[in-house]
């Protein structure tokens, strides 16, 4: 039997980004626009929030990827630039940190935009991608944004130029196909992925949202399970779905209390829980007050399926310290 259960009490305005990390079992996830950073241990309900200092280029908080090797370092999205920061295990309950360093900033010809969602690859390289601003979700100025690669060895790559609002980001087990997802285009895309190179061609797509009878629907964040089935989170949709790429056609679809799903990881002991975030932006300031299921994070179980344990950044640790000053 499917159960859904809120995770934690409070709702977030922009939830986003879930990551289970395998060495202490907590879920870390994103409030963009709030420039937080949550870690949640379901074992026993402990609770953490960084709250990451307005950087160079925008104080909005998109992802946070924990560095291989050393726990307490997390790479964030932080506005247009890529930061490290470090957030001790055992810190305080509710902290504010400075990013102790900046990585990378890109996207100089368009101020306001922000990074997006970012993952690591099969390889350990980050994969975080760019979007303009948004006057509502999904309305913002096309083709602004691209997708970039952060590199092991820290240079930084594009991927893809021309991204509308970069989303989504899985990788099949046998690390030859990346799935992608750029959300106003209402497509799921594949491209071939090169390991070795990080190099990525031959884009298609995997399923047309319009097409698909998908109504308004946004596709917004996406993990993979260890059949190689695709889960994706509906922004506006009260939903995931559930695609096997192979054929392109949505095999499952799971209902959830809160409208605007953002994203999807695997996580729990053994990878059969499916957290989900979601969103506040655009529900009515009543409803918001009324209904704590919207902007609520849930731990969806009993599923019958399961993914594979994610991968941290596999940064070279010298490099990193060097760029800290
Ligand atoms: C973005 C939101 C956007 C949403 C649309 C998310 O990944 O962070 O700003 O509104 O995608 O689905
Ligand atoms: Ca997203």
């Not at 289970?20 to 379901?42: A, C, S």
């Not at 695709?230 to 209390?257: E, M, T």
């Not at 007050?289 to 596999?314: E, S, W």
Request: hydrophobic share 35%; with cysteine.
């Amino acid at each position: 039997m499917v159960d859904v259960k809120q995770l934690t009490p409070l709702s977030y305005q922009l939830g986003e980004g879930p990551y289970w990390d395998e060495t202490n079992q907590y879920l870390l996830f994103v409030d963009i626009m709030k420039g937080d950073v949550h870690r949640h241990y379901p074992a026993n309900s402990k609770h953490q929030t960084i709250h990451v200092e307005e950087g160079p280029t925008g104080d909005s908080v998109s992802f946070a990827l924990p560095v291989e090797g050393k726990p307490s370092y997390l790479v964030v999205g932080l506005g247009r630039s890529l930061a490290l920061v470090e957030w001790p295990l055992d810190a305080p309950d509710t902290l504010t940190v400075k990013a102790k360093a900046i990585l990378h900033s890109v996207d100089q010809h368009s101020p306001t935009n922000r990074f997006n969602d970012g993952k690591c690859d099969p390889m350990g390289r980050i994969w975080a991608g760019t979007m303009a601003a948004e006057t509502a979700p999904g309305v913002l100025a096309k083709h602004k944004g691209a997708l970039y690669t952060l590199n092991t060895d820290l240079s930084i790559a594009t991927g893809v130029d021309k991204i509308s609002l970069s989303n989504g980001l899985a990788w099949n087990k046998e690390a030859t196909t990346m799935y992608y997802i750029d959300s106003t285009d209402y497509a799921i895309y594949a491209f071939n992925y090169n390991a070795a190179s990080g190099k990525i061609d031959n884009r298609r797509t995997v399923l047309d949202y319009k097409a698909a009878s998908l109504g308004d629907d946004i596709p917004d964040g996406m993990t993979i399970d260890n059949k190689g089935n695709l889960w994706v989170a509906n922004f506006y949709g009260h939903k995931v779905i559930c695609i096997d790429p192979q054929v392109g056609k949505i095999i499952r679809q799971v209902s959830l209390p809160a409208s605007n799903i953002t994203s999807v990881c695997w996580g729990g002991t053994d990878y059969s829980t499916l957290y989900v975030t979601s969103s506040q932006v655009g529900i009515s300031e009543d409803k918001v007050r009324t209904d704590k299921a919207q902007g609520g994070v849930f731990a969806v179980t009993g599923l019958g399926a399961q993914g594979a344990p994610p991968t941290n950044f596999k940064v070279d640790l010298s490099l990193l310290k060097s760029k800290i000053n």
